[in-house]
């Protein structure tokens, strides 16, 4: 199910964009580690879970291994270079699972329209029952706010046409059940939250607001801009900047 919706494929693209653009990733992971040690350092000591840990690009495993007992790292697949570099340490577990519980409703959604060549509306797709992330010392959601609505939506997208209104619904109802699951003050998250597209010289062609949810306007966010795609190969001719927040919830 994962791979026809292209969760692993898009995991796979990350890796290859970061060795394409590893000078111009570091401020950005660099900042998004010190949000984090930031935030760990004042909580309880017993357990960490981190949400989208994928390829730990931007995780400081091995100081939450130091500081917390049992270290969780929660995601749709767990690539190699990921597994390498925990089996070290002997306090980290991988936990396979749909941090999103939308993947599979999604699915089933699409599967029915197949069948019957009619839906009910988009509002009718609701998780199963949500990941549980009550009980932890400290929670870590790691820049995937964003990203676990674009996914279902393109898979969406190529059965049938979405309304902008059907879209923004959606995506927003996703956004706040992730945000609704981090335990109050033992959270911290880290996303990425407006797309900046250029030109090759620096002219700003347009923005794009991509979280739907207040936290956006946090008064305590540290923020940044992300230079994710210099090569221009994410939109021909355009390079794409992303605007980052990292809050403690």
């Not at 997208?157 to 109802?173: G, P």
């Not at 699951?181 to 990425?192: E, K, Q, T, Y």
Request: with cysteine; hydrophobic share 35%.
């Amino acid at each position: 199910m994962f791979r026809r919706m292209g969760y692993f494929g898009d995991q796979s693209g990350i890796i290859r964009r970061y060795r394409r653009e590893r000078g111009h990733w570091d401020a950005h992971l660099q900042n998004t580690r010190q949000i984090v040690l930031q935030a760990m350092r004042r909580k309880g000591r017993k357990s960490a879970a981190v949400l989208g840990s994928g390829w730990l690009l931007d995780v400081p495993l091995e100081e939450m291994s130091r500081h917390f007992e049992k270290v969780y790292l929660y995601d749709v697949r767990h690539p190699a270079a990921a597994k390498k570099q925990v089996r070290p340490l002997g306090n980290v577990e991988l936990c396979t699972c749909d941090i999103s519980c939308f993947a599979r409703p999604v699915y089933q959604y699409v599967k029915q329209y197949r069948h019957k060549r009619t839906r009910p509306p988009i509002s009718a797709i609701q998780p199963q029952t949500a990941f549980d992330a009550t009980g932890f010392d400290f929670v870590f959601s790691c820049n995937i706010l964003n990203q676990l609505d674009i996914l279902l939506i393109d898979y969406l997208s190529r059965f049938f046409d979405l309304s902008h209104e059907e879209t923004l619904v959606f995506r927003s109802n996703v956004q706040q059940r992730h945000i609704d699951l981090l335990p109050r003050n033992h959270s911290c998250m880290v996303a990425d939250y407006e797309e900046i597209t250029c030109t090759p010289e620096g002219r700003e062609i347009s923005r794009r607001t991509s979280v739907h949810h207040p936290v956006i306007q946090h008064p305590d966010a540290r923020r940044w801009t992300w230079e994710f795609d210099t090569k221009m190969t994410y939109y021909d001719d355009r390079k794409t900047y992303l605007k980052v927040l990292g809050v403690e919830i």
